[in-house]
């Protein structure tokens, strides 16, 4: 079959390496009991803030929720991760997911936004060469590096639970996830009964982890960082009466049941469309002894969350077009809700924020009174209050991307061409557009080269002949300069596949892999093809192309040659079929040079300078 990749660029020459078979290896499987551990500290509840107001009995929230909420009933699904689970758990049931090194390895490590702030992933890799992968269950920790010894050395399976992400630190692996009661019945309603679990173990002795710290907290999971030694979690359940019966959440940390009371719910006096309880939690990691430290406030629900090394911020999008914005300061263990603030229009993800010299910077989409859209940057000071606003920019088109960087930061909007918009930031009372640039297409993602380059993943487009929009195709690469703030200019851009092509990094940043130094950058991608047979040699914009090849794309890319293929790696052996979804390569690290790729049910080892096939290891 002959692979699909189109080139627009002010480069010439694209080399690329043909994809060897990879080699099969044993695998040692160690099954453990996680239920071996000492339990530590209880948990404590954070002291009360002067900015929030707190119930003093169950008939004061009682007639709270009866006179500002709007909505009272239980909720179906909580969060993305829960609609992710109650929406499709059978596919994602089928995906299933020695000798020490003499010196620390060097290696990759998860896709992050903000330096210092770690993010939950279905992989991590720690100093000393070993792997933990998330597959179905199963927590998998493998003896990675160096790669003459890789193998699985034990396994942590959690039985009916649903794992969503792991954090290593040192000697401590924290696995989170959502343990779902199928059905509970609230007032002839059968929902989802949700609780958030954290489960710390001691991997010291990697073959042999133990459980040393077990903690559940009420409602679904919503998101999660690590900021030095502290996880910071956080969990919403909705806020309602059944029958004038209260449904508070509660917290079981190592077997001890803590039932949260109304006195330590924090609230916003005001009407809203519904309530949620929503439940921080900071965790020392390093420290299992040190009591967790819990601050549950009655917010309007959780949208996104951005995590600066000093602070939390959770939005909430109202069903009246505004987005309402909590910021939480944490430091240590110590968690304080200090300041709520609005803005017009809806954020997109984590990426539409930004905190920046004691500025807070958002972007949003609203509609205008036409009833068209427009997207918008707000600079908000530590209190939350607009002090900067640039409003009404590219009116009609739909908002997919943003980045900021520093005193910059960076719109991708896309309706029939792709408009990249710098912006200047570096007055947060006075906002500017130095530039824009119209090319087809648009990017999903947009990531820093470095200071005066960016990175964009996204679909190339073609405009449709009636009608203002255009038709979606492949996976489009694109390296911008924007060192010329007035003059964004393209460098290089490479498609790959037709309409259909997929990639897990237009809504997930942890798939991305890129290392400057190396010149390194890899992404999985589902590429599809459309047969020109069918269609007579003149293939409609609109026709979608049959799925057939799956896996990892290994570019070199440097600002003198833009983007360089290198190859591809599978896990679907030939014959497989491409529906083999728990075969899909999802996320890549380096160790060293060793390239690992890593699906539901394999990880593999290539050698890095010509990917060269070493082993591939089972996951059971």
């Given at each position: 079959m002959e692979r699909k990749i189109k080139r627009q660029s002010l480069f010439t020459g694209l080399a690329a390496i043909l994809l060897a078979s990879i080699l099969t290896a044993a695998i040692l499987s160690i099954n453990l009991n996680p239920l071996d551990y000492t339990p530590g500290?209880?948990?404590?509840?954070?002291?009360?803030?002067?900015?929030?107001?707190?119930?003093?009995?169950?008939?004061?929230?009682?007639?709270?929720?009866?006179?500002?909420?709007?909505?009272?009933?239980?909720?179906?699904?909580?969060?993305?991760?829960?609609?992710?689970?109650?929406?499709?758990?059978?596919?994602?049931?089928?995906?299933?997911?020695?000798?020490?090194?003499?010196?620390?390895?060097?290696?990759?490590?998860?896709?992050?936004?903000?330096?210092?702030?770690?993010?939950?992933?279905?992989?991590?890799?720690?100093?000393?060469?070993?792997?933990?992968?998330?597959?179905?269950?199963?927590?998998?920790?493998?003896?990675?590096?160096?790669?003459?010894?890789?193998?699985?050395?034990?396994?942590?399976?959690?039985?009916?639970?649903?794992?969503?992400?792991?954090?290593?630190?040192?000697?401590?692996?924290?696995?989170?996830?959502?343990?779902?009661?199928?059905?509970?019945?609230?007032?002839?309603?059968?929902?989802?009964?949700?609780?958030?679990?954290?489960?710390?173990?001691?991997?010291?002795?990697?073959?042999?982890?133990?459980?040393?710290?077990?903690?559940?907290?009420?409602?679904?999971?919503?998101?999660?960082?690590?900021?030095?030694?502290?996880?910071?979690?956080?969990?919403?359940?909705?806020?309602?009466?059944?029958?004038?019966?209260?449904?508070?959440?509660?917290?079981?940390?190592?077997?001890?049941?803590?039932?949260?009371?109304?006195?330590?719910?924090?609230?916003?006096?005001?009407?809203?469309?519904?309530?949620?309880?929503?439940?921080?939690?900071?965790?020392?990691?390093?420290?299992?002894?040190?009591?967790?430290?819990?601050?549950?406030?009655?917010?309007?629900?959780?949208?996104?969350?951005?995590?600066?090394?000093?602070?939390?911020?959770?939005?909430?999008?109202?069903?009246?077009?505004?987005?309402?914005?909590?910021?939480?300061?944490?430091?240590?263990n110590n968690m304080t809700c200090e300041a709520r603030g609005t803005v017009p229009g809806h954020e997109r993800n984590q990426f539409s924020m930004d905190e920046y010299n004691d500025y807070f910077r958002i972007e949003t989409t609203s509609w205008t009174p036409y009833w068209t859209t427009q997207t918008n940057l707000y600079v908000l000071d530590m209190n939350l209050s607009v002090v900067g606003k640039l409003e009404g920019l590219a009116p009609g088109e739909n908002f997919h991307s943003a980045r900021f960087m520093g005193d910059r930061a960076y719109f991708v909007t896309f309706k029939k061409t792709d408009p990249l918009f710098v912006i200047d930031v570096s007055q947060p009372t006075n906002l500017s557009v130095l530039g824009e640039l119209h090319i087809p297409g648009y990017s999903d993602y947009l990531h820093p080269y470095d200071e005066n380059h960016l990175i964009g993943v996204g679909k190339h487009t073609v405009e449709a002949d009636q009608g203002d929009f255009a038709w979606y195709q492949g996976i489009k690469m694109s390296l911008f300069d924007v060192s010329n703030v007035t003059n964004p200019v393209q460098m290089d851009n490479i498609i790959i596949g037709d309409r259909g092509s997929d990639s897990p990094v237009l809504y997930d940043h942890k798939a991305f892999l890129f290392d400057k130094a190396r010149t390194l950058l890899v992404m999985p991608i589902l590429e599809a093809e459309i047969d020109i047979t069918k269609y007579g040699g003149q293939v409609p914009p609109n026709a979608y192309g049959e799925p057939v090849w799956q896996g990892a794309y290994i570019f070199d890319v440097s600002l003198f040659h833009g983007f360089q293929l290198e190859g591809r790696i599978t896990h679907l052996e030939n014959g497989m079929s491409i529906h083999e979804q728990s075969l899909w390569v999802k996320r890549s690290v380096y160790i060293e040079n060793v390239l690992y790729t890593i699906s539901g049910r394999k990880v593999g080892l290539n050698q890095l300078d010509d990917l060269s096939p070493i082993l591939e290891i089972e996951l059971p």
């Open positions: 500290a209880s948990p404590i509840s954070a002291p009360p803030t002067q900015l929030l107001s707190t119930f003093q009995s169950d008939e004061e929230l009682k007639n709270f929720l009866t006179t500002n909420s709007k909505t009272q009933s239980p909720f179906w699904i909580y969060g993305a991760e829960d609609a992710i689970f109650l929406g499709a758990q059978r596919l994602l049931e089928s995906y299933g997911l020695g000798l020490e090194a003499s010196a620390v390895p060097s290696h990759s490590t998860t896709n992050i936004q903000v330096t210092g702030v770690d993010e939950a992933d279905i992989v991590k890799v720690d100093d000393r060469g070993y792997m933990y992968v998330v597959s179905g269950n199963a927590v998998h920790i493998l003896k990675a590096y160096p790669p003459a010894q890789a193998q699985i050395v034990s396994k942590i399976t959690l039985e009916d639970l649903y794992l969503i992400g792991i954090f290593v630190q040192d000697d401590k692996l924290a696995v989170l996830g959502s343990d779902y009661t199928f059905p509970t019945i609230y007032d002839r309603y059968p929902v989802a009964d949700i609780e958030t679990f954290m489960k710390v173990y001691d991997v010291d002795d990697p073959s042999n982890p133990s459980l040393v710290r077990d903690f559940t907290v009420s409602g679904s999971y919503f998101s999660s960082r690590m900021i030095g030694d502290y996880v910071y979690f956080v969990a919403s359940r909705a806020a309602y009466l059944v029958d004038d019966i209260l449904y508070l959440p509660e917290i079981n940390s190592d077997q001890k049941t803590i039932k949260i009371s109304p006195t330590e719910i924090r609230y916003f006096n005001g009407t809203d469309d519904y309530y949620q309880y929503t439940t921080f939690v900071a965790m020392n990691l390093k420290n299992t002894t040190e009591a967790p430290v819990y601050l549950p406030i009655m917010l309007g629900g959780t949208c996104s969350m951005y995590v600066s090394l000093n602070n939390i911020y959770v939005t909430y999008r109202g069903w009246n077009g505004n987005t309402t914005i909590h910021r939480i300061r944490v430091q240590g």
